[in-house]
T-cell receptor, first 113, second 111 residues
Framework: NAGVTQTPKFQVLKTGQSMTLQCAQD?????MYWYRQDPGMGLRLIYY???????DKGEVPNGYNVSRLNKREFSLRLESAAPSQTSVYFC????????????FGSGTRLTVV | GQQLNQSPQSMFIQEGEDVSMNCTSS?????WLWYKQDPGEGPVLLIA???AGELTSNGRLTAQFGITRKDSFLNISASIPSDVGIYFC???????????WGAGTKLIIKP
């Protein structure tokens, strides 16, 4: 099925460890996004990439880095995980977010202990 | 960061009941979007609204773009078990390029 694929689905990290969340889309969308979702907070934008080769900070970028590897792939890296980064992370893609909305992946549930 | 005020936070309803929820903003928006998130999945777009006063339906769901451009409403008629989940509003105004999201309304069907 066409869509957005995120890996892994679940991850437990120790404080200070690093990891990369992977995201790939097969809809030929130009824009890709990383969000985090916390209880009672809705979705908060971490980073986005409006097109291949560009990335920009969102609302909560501290502690994260991203790479737009090519048009299909957009990865999120935590260099030194902290308990405050315990969250559910969603990758999304779109060509026209205001008209067609985003297509979201199924999420990565990350726990930092 | 800026957020929309979405209410109620959660709703316990009987199957067959009608449901209403809303979002309000302190600033004017020119686009309102309503999403639904099923457990363990990402949000899925339900309805998009682009003009003040616009009323749009998607099956049993109806959403309205408030006249003041600072609010939006979502109604679900004759709720069924598969309506359970979290409903999010999201909006965009002239001053924000990216979408701003509400905190969600969790819909629970009473057994």
């Amino acid at each position: 099925n066409a869509g957005v694929t995120q890996t892994p689905k679940f991850q437990v990290l120790k404080t200070g460890q690093s990891m990369t969340l992977q995201c790939a889309q097969d809809m030929n969308h130009n824009s890709m996004y990383w969000y985090r979702q916390d209880p009672g907070m809705g979705l908060r934008l971490i980073y986005y990439s409006a097109s291949e080769g560009t990335t920009d900070k969102g609302e909560v970028p501290n502690g994260y880095n991203v790479s737009r590897l090519n048009k299909r792939e957009f990865s999120l890296r935590l260099e030194s995980a902290a308990p405050s980064q315990t969250s559910v992370y969603f990758c999304a893609s779109s060509d026209s977010p205001l008209r067609y909305g985003y297509t979201f992946g199924s999420g990565t549930r990350l726990t930092v202990v | 960061g800026q957020q929309l005020n979405q209410s109620p936070q959660s709703m316990f309803i009987q199957e067959g009941e009608d449901v209403s929820m809303n979002c309000t903003s302190s600033s004017i928006f020119n686009t309102w979007l309503w999403y639904k998130q099923d457990p363990g999945e990402g949000p899925v777009l339900l309805i998009a609204l682009y003009k003040a006063g616009e009323l749009t339906s998607n099956g049993r769901l109806t959403a309205q773009f408030g006249i003041t451009r600072k609010d939006s409403f979502l109604n679900i008629s004759a709720s069924i078990p598969s309506d359970v989940g979290i409903y999010f509003c999201a909006g965009r105004g002239d001053s924000n390029y990216q979408l701003i999201w509400g905190a969600g309304t969790k819909l629970i069907i009473k057994p």
